[in-house]
């Protein structure tokens, strides 16, 4: 296991790179935008952008992104959270067993 906060780097990297190569990323973010609209997550989002967008004078994109990004975050349903870090978990694990 990596030791250094460079290895530890380059670890991730790896697994990032893994993830992705074997499709696994995109299924898992299907899974998670499929939540997200079924939890009305992202209409909640769309819909408090463009009330925020509306009121901006003049409009941009950074201040609205570094508004809502926090409410996004915050707002994520704990169970979609869950869930998907359990997917990740498991496609971790199924990697070094």
């Known amino acids: 296991m990596p030791t250094s906060p460079l290895e530890v780097d380059a670890f991730y990297t790896q697994l990032q790179q893994r993830i992705v190569d ?3 990323w995109d299924r898992i973010r299907f899974v998670l935008a ?5 939890a009305g997550w992202s209409d909640d989002l769309r819909h408090r952008s463009k009330e925020r967008a509306r009121e ?3 409009l941009s994109f950074q201040t609205l992104y570094d508004e809502v990004f926090p409410v996004a975050h915050t707002s994520l349903p704990l169970a979609v959270k869950r869930e998907i870090l359990a997917q990740i978990r498991h496609w971790v694990d ?4």
């Open 56 to 58: 901006m004078k003049p």
């Open 34 to 38: 499929s939540k997200l609209n079924e």
């Open 22 to 24: 074997s499709g696994e």
């Open 94 to 97: 199924k990697q070094f067993l």
